[in-house]
């Protein structure tokens, strides 16, 4: 029987299965047509962003860094370029056995090995690290025969940082060195992101610390096609690097040479600033350390050498260094006394040689001084007369006098670090001590502060400020290093803006009297031996200050005292007295008496800053010993001695 076929029921579900597959086939095609648009309108900037980066890279272009020059124009830090071995650690399988390869190519330290792995700790696995820098052209010739060998490790050429005159002024200069993860964070955090992309190195210290900005200089940057291997193809364009800016100092950087080697072993500090203006001419804290240790990575054996000698040669003693200022305190209680009316220049005091308060003894000279006026109190350095002015002033009054000129405060040079010293009161002292008991300030305890000693420890610097206020009337300058910034591509030059000198208000009477004294200091006092015969007038002071107490009635005998027990040798002076240029103070440390170990050395930066003089051999070997009064042996010319020092640049 046949069967019968209804056609237009098969017709109608033909042509539902039609609709339904016309319309997935629409749906599709919308949904194809949404992402098209959605991909090559809504997205395109962005994808094609992301193309353009597969098919290119960004490379950073680092800045050469600024230099730094003295006054006079010699060179301090500069840059010069070499070849190092590189390890980038992410692309290397086995990095022990791949150094020990290395090592069979060019010559690789234990040094170079505890160096790379301390930079593998604090660094990113992508980074390139050095495993060997300053390659020799035989070198680069060796690795380059086998480079096939060593996937990851490159060869490059740097710039390094060169200090030519080594550990010359290396506190007031400081050091670079590599960046860390601190100084990572806070660039990250920085509006100068961006700037240090590809950079490794920043400041450290000094001035390559304080004016970072100015010597880093901009990053530039290289845009290169790659392949889909990631190796380049060619270059697209490029941005070049603005290298950073020269900073001109306001350092002699042979005076600067001078007076280290006047020091020789001994340590201490001393700075030199020019008085109408604040100009550091000579920052010097001995002993120093070759900032060059430091650029690549300081090994350990330096390290330990710097961090634990017994003498800290990494402390920068004109500015972290405090002591007490022992009797060249004495000419500015002199000018608190005739500020604040508690005596007259005129005024007679005896000195027996002790001052007796509260039922305690002071030593002043032995066998006593007489009745001294003010002036041969400061000529002959009478220590009771300025304990007893001490106590009829007060501490309260002695430190509202002292603080507008500098003592007890960061001076706010344009170097980091600086500490603020003391600069006791009563004030001070109840914040200073948790013990109600030793908040109080005694009465007995002011006694010394009129010599320099008790609680009173400020920095050389801080001294240096205070005599340069004195030496030009009573205007305190904001000492300065930095002289002037020299524009790297322009050539201009733009002096390094300072504030106005501050002026202090002193009755030009009352300054004078004790400028008068101090030129009398230099002349028949006790600096007279050391400044005989000198073609200009000074004015300066002595001091010894204590570095322990020895107890009370404890004579002082220096023999019998560990060396590094023994009394601090300073001196405060300026000159010409008349128009001074040039002021300075300065430490040697447990020398003993100023007039023998430190006038000396003052002598000598006069000579050189007024006379165009350098002293001999023999002079500076005198001075050294502490043997030396006036100059001896011919002096040389200035520009006749080479500034020469040995360095670990090339």
């Not at 959605?38 to 980066?53: C, G, K, N, P, T």
């Not at 992508?126 to 990851?152: C, H, K, M, N």
């Not at 020299?486 to 504030?499: D, F, I, M, S, W």
């Amino acid at each position: 029987m046949t069967e019968l076929r209804d056609s237009q029921t098969e017709v109608w579900h033909f042509r539902l299965r039609a609709l339904a597959v016309g319309a997935l086939v629409l749906v599709a095609f919308c949904l194809v047509l949404a992402r098209l648009v959605f991909l090559q309108v809504l997205r395109h900037e962005d994808l094609a962003a992301q193309a353009e980066s597969n098919r290119t890279a960004v490379l950073p272009i680092v800045p050469g860094r600024g230099l730094i020059l003295d006054r006079n124009g010699v060179v301090l830090a500069t840059n010069y370029s070499a070849y190092t071995l590189e390890i980038t650690p992410a692309r290397v399988a086995a990095l022990d056995e791949t150094i020990d390869e290395l090592a069979k190519v060019v010559e690789i330290q234990a040094r170079d090995r505890r160096r790379f792995k301390r930079l593998l700790e604090e660094s990113r696995n992508f980074e390139s690290l050095p495993i060997r820098t300053r390659l020799t052209d035989q070198e680069v010739a060796r690795f380059a025969a086998q480079r096939y060998r060593f996937p990851g490790v490159d060869i490059r050429a740097r710039l390094f940082r060169s200090y030519p005159l080594g550990d010359v002024a290396s506190h007031a200069i400081g050091y670079i060195g590599r960046i860390n993860q601190s100084e990572k964070a806070r660039i990250q955090d920085s509006d100068d992101e961006a700037n240090y992309r590809g950079t490794e190195y920043i400041g450290k210290l000094g001035i390559e610390q304080s004016f970072e900005s100015a010597l880093h200089g901009a990053t530039g940057v290289e845009r290169m096609e790659t392949s889909a291997g990631g190796r380049a193809v060619r270059k697209l364009a490029s941005h070049a690097a603005t290298p950073g800016d020269t900073v001109v100092l306001a350092l002699d950087i042979r005076l600067q040479k001078m007076i280290e080697d006047l020091f020789g072993e001994r340590r201490g500090a001393l700075v030199a600033l020019d008085p109408r203006s604040g100009e550091v001419l000579a920052l010097v804290s001995k002993p120093t350390f070759d900032p060059n240790l430091f650029v690549e990575g300081i090994d350990a054996d330096n390290w330990a050498a710097l961090n634990e000698s017994i003498d800290k040669p990494l402390l920068n003693r004109a500015l972290r260094g405090t002591y007490p200022p022992g009797s060249t305190y004495k000419p500015f209680m002199a000018l608190a006394a005739l500020q604040l009316g508690k005596r007259s220049p005129s005024l007679v005091v005896n000195d027996p040689g002790s001052y007796t308060f509260g039922g305690h003894t002071f030593r002043s000279h032995e066998g006593g001084l007489g009745g001294v006026d003010m002036q041969r109190a400061l000529q002959l350095s009478s220590n009771t007369y300025f304990y007893s002015l001490a106590v009829e002033m007060g501490v309260d009054n002695i430190h509202d006098f002292m603080r507008p000129l500098g003592f007890g405060q960061a001076t706010g040079i344009d170097l980091q670090g600086e500490v603020p010293g003391t600069l006791p009161s009563t004030d001070w002292k109840r914040k200073t001590y948790r013990r109600a008991d030793m908040q109080r300030w005694f009465p007995g305890e002011t006694v010394s502060l009129g010599i320099g000693q008790g609680y009173n420890s400020f920095t050389m610097l801080q001294l240096a400020v205070a005599q340069a206020t004195l030496a030009n009337g009573g205007t305190r300058y904001r000492p300065h290093l930095a002289k002037a910034v020299k524009n790297a591509l322009t050539g201009a030059v733009t002096e390094v803006a300072q504030p106005p000198g501050a002026n202090l208000g002193y009755l030009p009477r009352n300054v004078d009297i004790v400028r008068n004294a101090l030129v009398a200091v230099n002349k028949d006092g006790t600096g007279a031996r050391v400044f005989a015969g000198a073609a200009y007038t000074s004015a300066g002071k002595t001091g010894t200050a204590q570095a322990v107490s020895l107890g009370p009635n404890v004579k002082y005998n220096a023999k019998a005292l560990a060396e590094h027990l023994r009394d601090h040798a300073l001196f405060t002076a300026f000159a010409p007295a008349e128009a001074p240029s040039i002021a300075l103070a300065l430490i040697v440390e447990n020398a003993g008496f100023g007039s023998a170990h430190a006038a000396p050395i003052a002598r000598r930066v006069f000579d050189y800053w007024l006379m165009g003089e350098y002293p001999s051999e023999e002079d500076i070997a005198a001075v050294q010993k502490g043997l030396a009064g006036a100059p001896i042996g011919k002096p040389r010319k200035v520009d006749e001695v080479p500034l020469v020092r040995a360095t670990a640049a090339p």
